[in-house]
């Protein structure tokens, strides 16, 4: 069973910021699309923020300007920094690895991001 590996999450004031990090096994960060997704109580699951095995990224236009995914190869690390936090960045986040063919998804355990006065 893969395993991918969160933390970073916690509560911080409106305009702070917080950094995610997420470990894969090498098999698998080597290889797969690694990303952030997020869901708010009463809402959705959303795209936060992908970057390809290449390091093409990608960004829900709510992060843009805020947020960078990068990857840390020699850690097999996936990092999600978060800057300039609102109120309504308030989630869940998850740490997903994605394979296109044969489609193959792997989720971490989640984990809370608060952004609260």
């Known amino acids: 069973q893969v395993q991918l590996v969160e933390s970073g999450g916690g509560l911080v004031q409106p305009g702070g910021s917080l950094r995610l990090s997420c470990a894969a096994p090498?098999?698998?960060?080597?290889?797969?699309?690694m990303g952030w997704y997020r869901q708010a109580p009463g809402k959705q699951h959303d795209l936060v923020a992908t970057i390809t095995s290449g390091g093409s990224t990608n960004y829900a236009d709510s992060v843009k300007d805020r947020f960078t995914i990068s990857r840390d190869n020699a850690k097999n690390t996936v990092l999600l920094q978060m800057n300039g936090l609102k109120p309504e960045d308030t989630a869940v986040y998850y740490c997903?690895?994605?394979?296109?063919?044969?489609?193959?998804?792997?989720w971490g355990q989640g984990t809370q991001v608060t952004v609260s006065s």
């Open positions: 997903n690895a994605y394979y296109a063919s044969p489609a193959r998804h792997y």
């Open positions: 090498k098999s698998i960060f080597s290889i797969y699309r």
